[in-house]
């Protein structure tokens, strides 16, 4: 585990949770949402898509674009291997 940590880019400055001696299986989960707003007028909507480390609530990758398929792709892309190979990930269950 702490290796796949260490994979992890280091412009992230994602860090191992630290967990009791007692665990001898540690879980990761993400959680991901997006919110939007306005710049400038209502014509120029944008989406900050985040992904958060769901026990530690650190942000571990983000993207800014509208709230199609492919900013959801590219929020996918910007998340650290160790995410993608190990934990398991939530969204906003009231999402349209």
């Known amino acids: 585990m702490v290796a796949r940590f260490a994979a992890a880019p280091a412009h992230l ?5 630290a967990a009791s001696r007692s665990i001898l299986i540690g ?6 949402d997006e919110l939007w707003g306005i710049v400038q ?4 909507p944008y989406w900050v898509w985040i992904a958060m480390d769901k026990e530690t609530h ?3 990758a983000f993207h800014v674009g509208d709230r199609r ?7 996918l892309a910007n998340i650290p291997a160790v995410y993608h ?5 939530y969204t906003d269950q009231y999402a349209a």
């Open 13 to 17: 400055h994602v860090r191992p949770v």
């Open 27 to 32: 879980c990761l989960a993400v959680e991901v």
């Open 41 to 44: 007028k209502k014509a120029n």
């Open 58 to 60: 650190q942000i571990i």
């Open 69 to 75: 398929r492919d900013s959801a792709k590219q929020l």
């Open 85 to 89: 190979e190990q934990a398991t990930f």
